[in-house]
């Protein structure tokens, strides 16, 4: 299971972390991701990282702004959101699968509720 917290409203600029619970040890072995989803638009990956944390990956308009981390002792996932733009606004959903390919593509196994992040310009 996968519970999403810390989204909410912020103004353009500013900074946001989101936080992902995952229930279970078998969270070792996941890799997991985030994705997005705006009004009107089909959901998008956002980043991913590895079961171990050493490798991650990023959609090109977040890359450098956007940063994913993992806590394999508390078994949760982060995702640090700088300088925040408005195209930025959209439910953020925590996602985990046990293959990497899986993840960059959003076949995942598990889908956390989502959080809503809205950035006001």
Do not use: H
């Amino acid at each position: 299971q996968l519970v999403e917290s810390g989204g909410g409203l912020v103004q353009a600029g500013d900074s946001l972390r989101l936080s992902c619970s995952a229930s279970g040890p078998t969270f070792l072995d996941y890799n997991m991701g985030w994705f997005r989803q705006a009004p009107g638009k089909e959901r998008e990956f956002v980043a991913a990282i590895d079961w171990s944390g050493t490798n991650d990956q990023y959609e090109p308009s977040v890359k450098g702004r956007f940063f994913i981390s993992r806590d394999n002792v508390e078994y949760m996932v982060y995702l640090q959101m700088n300088s925040l733009k408005a195209e930025d606004t959209a439910i953020y959903y925590c996602a985990g699968d046990l293959n990497w390919g899986r993840i960059i593509y959003g076949l995942n196994e598990f889908w956390g509720q989502g959080a809503q992040v809205t950035v006001s310009s």
